[in-house]
């Protein structure tokens, strides 16, 4: 139990589909992270959220967006999403020293 | 751009041998390195971070050292046993604002009984 928590855990939706991701943290950090894990990739950054703005957008298409309300709460919108989009996305929240702490991940698959 | 690589891919050992998983980055202007462990299907479990200032960090049966000057660091897990099975990742952190962290591909470590 890392005190980040990602709901769904595992997520099946079609192309023309619209859904969320959600991602909690309370452990009172004020950075949070979208990472995307495909199979024989390293993690890639996706967003950085800092003081809920958001503050690195890594070339991310819009099909995905992100929402930070508030420091412990941090979602990612999906919609009209591609086949390739399939992957684990994973949360993260940043300590004080710099340690990232990672949820379980939401499993995603598009058909 | 930073790059992170892992060498082995993938490690086979008995139970009982240490394990040693190497990490090299091209951009010593690190915030602080991380070493994390993956489950099949899971997230990742943070296992050390060692600052930019330190030199190495333990916990149990692990060690992990960071020389910033040839850019490597090296985890050490001693007297490994079958529960170690998992893929350990590196990461940089960059020294911008933000802290991202810059991931290596991982070494996937099976040990055997």
Not at chain 1, 49 to 76: A, D, G, K, T, W
Request: hydrophobic letters at 35%; charged letters at 15%; a neutral charge.
């Amino acid at each position: 139990e890392t005190g980040v928590t990602q709901t769904p855990r595992h997520l099946v939706m079609g192309m023309t589909n619209k859904k969320s991701l959600k991602c909690e943290q309370h452990l009172g950090h004020n950075a949070m992270y979208w990472y995307k894990q495909s199979a024989k990739k390293p993690l890639e950054l996706m967003f950085v959220y800092s003081l809920e703005e958001r503050v690195e957008n890594n070339s991310v298409p819009s099909r995905f967006s992100p929402e930070c309300p508030n420091s412990s709460h941090l979602f990612l919108h999906l919609h009209t999403l591609q086949p390739e989009d399939s992957a684990l996305y994973l949360c993260a929240s940043r300590g004080y020293t710099g340690e990232l702490f990672f949820g379980e991940g939401s499993r995603l698959t598009v058909l | 751009k930073q790059e992170v690589t892992q060498i082995p891919a993938a490690l086979s050992v008995p139970e009982g041998e240490n394990l040693v998983l190497n990490c090299s980055f091209t951009d010593s202007a690190i915030y602080n390195l991380q070493w994390f462990r993956q489950d099949p299907g899971k997230g990742l479990t943070s296992l050390l971070l060692i600052q930019s200032s330190q030199r190495e960090q333990t916990s149990g049966r692990l060690n992990a050292s960071l020389d910033k000057s040839s850019g490597r660091s090296t985890l050490y897990i001693a007297a490994s046993q079958p529960g170690d099975s998992a893929t350990y990742l590196c990461a940089c952190m960059t020294t911008d604002s933000w802290g991202k962290l810059q991931f290596g591909a991982g070494t996937q470590v099976v040990v055997t009984p």
